[in-house]
């Protein structure tokens, strides 16, 4: 992995970049943070010891996703936000977007379950053999609205059917607490646990996103390896070499010196582009904060974008040149993509406009779209940053995954705010179990319908 910043220097974009002094003086301010993240890590941070955890429990993981392969031809992982996201990650940036269509893909079908659209969702599971079905339900709480109603309308199915669903459902839940976990012990199905002090957000490298890529032939042990080496790397390693403080130092920077608060993540690669909606949770969920640790009201918070090249160049990539000075670009790129072909010489055109396509290889266009677009951004005053990894290498994907995860608690850390609670995301699941009727929440039910009223003469019909 590569992480190129040069072009976030005021020497190289001009006023709206930084001077290299910012960085280099910040050297005390980040090994202070690299201090109190390991104080941290035996509560609030637990989710970087998970590296040395799950290396001891790959191996059960691995066992349990062999029997899922060799019974099922479907896979449907079935959850919300951080118990999808990591999931779509690992599956779309190791086996691509066409894992499904593939004859020699090594499992079964994966599917993801993450909304609750009545249309996409009964589309789905009319087109499954139940039978021939594993659902993974995904959820930290055991009671995450929408995967209970996913559950619920599954369990249907499988009744409706006459088939015993205890076989075809597996559960990835807290270890003691929650529905499904009481559920599970109950009635005897398999399940994981998700540690207590690790956020959805930050478990991918748990058996929620793990089981999944077992599944899928996804060498989970490296996986694994990729994220303890980079701990190592990180704990062993001067802040001011490290991508995981520079990254987030120059956010802050941006940020508070330059009131750059849009952060796009712009990934050369459709396999990786799952990495954006990722990030992009994890960004916003752990540094958009109302209040400072002290209490104070500081709406803190960078707004995650995800970008794709090179369609996006043909849309959004306009905004990102001229628009206004609020963006920091990082790209996302591999050194080399899973195949290439030579486009040949069929036509032999003259025309200058086709011919300089002839007899290239195939890859030759994203690569030069790539270090164009880069450019051009440098060229018009762009901040922008480049991570440069290897496609389809487990190790490196874990490590790339450690780095940005400790990066958001470094930018944490930076801001004065909690990166690890959610609090805001609440209130709107309260008015939601108010509106479903559920009881204990008759109050906000009546709030809701008290402060929702539309007001005559402001709604058009």
Request: include cysteine; glycine fraction near 8%; charged fraction near 25%.
């Amino acid at each position: 992995m590569q992480f190129d910043y040069s072009n976030v220097l005021e020497e190289r974009i001009g006023r709206f970049g930084l001077q290299q002094s910012e960085l280099i003086n910040s050297t005390k301010i980040l090994k202070d943070i690299k201090d109190q993240i390991l104080k941290r890590k035996t509560y609030d941070y637990f989710a970087l010891n998970l590296p040395g955890i799950m290396l001891k429990e790959v191996n059960e993981i691995n066992s349990y996703g062999e029997y899922i392969k060799e019974n099922f031809e479907n896979f449907v992982v079935v959850g919300m936000g951080g118990s999808s996201l990591g999931n779509k990650m690992l599956h779309y940036g190791i086996n691509g977007l066409y894992y499904n269509d593939k004859s020699t893909r090594k499992g079964p079908k994966i599917y993801f379950m993450d909304n609750v659209d009545p249309d996409s969702n009964t589309e789905l599971l009319n087109s499954l053999d139940l039978k021939k079905t594993m659902f993974n339900f995904i959820t930290k709480s055991g009671s995450t609205s929408e995967t209970i109603e996913n559950f619920l309308l599954i369990l249907k199915l499988f009744k409706q059917s006459n088939i015993d669903f205890m076989k075809n459902i597996t559960i990835t839940t807290d270890p003691e607490k929650g529905f499904l976990r009481k559920f599970a012990k109950e009635n005897s199905i398999s399940s994981f646990s998700i540690h207590p002090l690790v956020g959805g957000r930050f478990s991918v490298l748990t058996p929620v996103g793990l089981l999944s890529a077992s599944v899928e032939g996804i060498d989970i042990d490296k996986l694994i390896c990729g994220a303890l080496k980079k701990e190592s790397e990180i704990n062993n390693t001067d802040p001011l070499i490290s991508e995981a403080f520079l990254l987030p130092l120059i956010q802050y920077n941006l940020f508070k010196n330059k009131k750059i608060n849009i952060n796009v993540l712009f990934t050369y690669s459709d396999g990786l582009s799952y990495i954006g909606d990722w990030y992009a949770q994890l960004l916003a969920e752990s540094i958009g904060k109302e209040y400072s640790r002290q209490g104070e009201q500081v709406f803190a918070g960078i707004t995650p974008l995800s970008a794709r090249g090179t369609s996006d160049q043909h849309s959004i990539l306009q905004l990102f040149m001229e628009g206004p000075y609020d963006k920091l670009i990082i790209f996302l790129s591999p050194y080399s993509y899973r195949n290439d072909e030579n486009t040949g010489t069929v036509l032999n055109s003259s025309d200058e406009t086709i011919s300089y396509l002839e007899n290239k290889n195939y890859t030759d266009l994203i690569k030069s779209e790539f270090l164009a677009t880069r450019l051009s951004l440098t060229r018009k005053g762009r901040p922008n940053a480049t991570f440069k990894v290897n496609l389809l290498d487990e190790f490196e994907l874990g490590s790339f995954i450690y780095a940005l995860e400790y990066s958001v608690l470094v930018l944490g850390e930076l801001f004065n705010i909690n990166p690890i609670n959610q609090p805001a995301v609440e209130l709107g699941k309260r008015y939601t179990y108010g509106l479903m009727g559920r009881k204990g929440f008759e109050k906000e039910k009546a709030e809701f319908f008290h402060l929702a009223k539309g007001k005559d003469g402001f709604i058009i019909k």
